[in-house]
């Protein structure tokens, strides 16, 4: 899943970028909010972590701009205003949480998680697929009870599939979710992650179909066996 944070002050946005990646996610960093609406309408972010106070506009217009284009990622603002009049304001205008600094790291990727899931239209933290479990607080998966021993990105295009599970996820929207703009992507990336993930299922697990010129799909092993 990937995540854009939007936040001028360089330090705070590294450490946030630093924390959430090793929570799995793509994170893209913009410091301030030109190109916000149109990376938005580019790509598949799972959410935008924005701040109010950056350089060239409020955070407030900015949010105000994406909900008039119908954008419906989910937003949350992150300020040092604690009044409750700005957290009135930022919620009335389509932010879905709001987070004071300064902040606890731990609250902050919590209310992350929390927020991505809900967006992915799955609030629970646990997904599953036929005997395939995948617990996305503790980024734990488990086939039949046995722990998969799965990497970030793999976890990540388990995620994207499984969220899913039954419908075709383009390579492109994979490649979307799972990487960040400045990171470097083989062209074969996905296959040979996918390709990993098959042979950790085996042949007792689920099935990833791959279907020409389409993309993946995720098909679960009770459905052959009449569950
Ligand atoms: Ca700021």
Same mark, same amino acid.
């Given at each position: ?5 939007? &936040? ?123 005997? !395939? ?27 994207? !599939? ?14 979307? &979710?799972?990487?960040?703009?400045? &990171? ?44």
């Amino acid at each position: 899943m990937r995540i854009l944070i939007v &936040e001028d002050d360089a330090a705070l946005a590294r450490g946030i970028v630093s924390s959430l990646r090793l929570g799995g996610y793509a994170v893209d960093h913009l410091s301030n909010g030109a190109d916000v609406a149109h990376l938005l309408r580019q790509d598949v972010f799972a959410l935008v972590v924005l701040d109010l106070g950056l350089p060239d506009q409020s955070g407030f217009d900015i949010l105000r701009e994406i909900r008039r284009a119908g954008l419906q990622t989910p937003v949350m603002i992150l300020t040092a205003r604690s009044a409750v009049a700005d957290r009135v304001r930022g919620l009335d205008l389509g932010a879905d949480d709001y987070l004071t600094k300064p902040f606890d790291p731990a609250e902050l990727e919590a209310r992350v998680r929390a927020l991505v899931r809900r967006g992915s239209g799955h609030p629970d933290p646990i997904l599953s697929c036929g005997d !395939l479990v995948y617990d996305r607080s503790s980024q734990v998966a488990t086939l039949c009870g046995k722990t998969l021993p799965l990497r970030k990105r793999e976890l990540a295009i388990l995620e994207s !599939l499984m969220t899913r599970a039954g419908k075709v996820v383009s390579k492109d929207r994979l490649i979307s &979710e799972v990487f960040g703009y400045d &990171e470097e992507i083989s062209p074969n990336a996905i296959e040979v992650y996918i390709a990993r993930l098959r042979r950790c299922f085996g042949e007792s697990g689920p099935r990833i179909v791959t279907l020409r010129g389409l993309g993946y799909l995720m098909e679960s092993n009770a459905v052959e066996a009449g569950q």
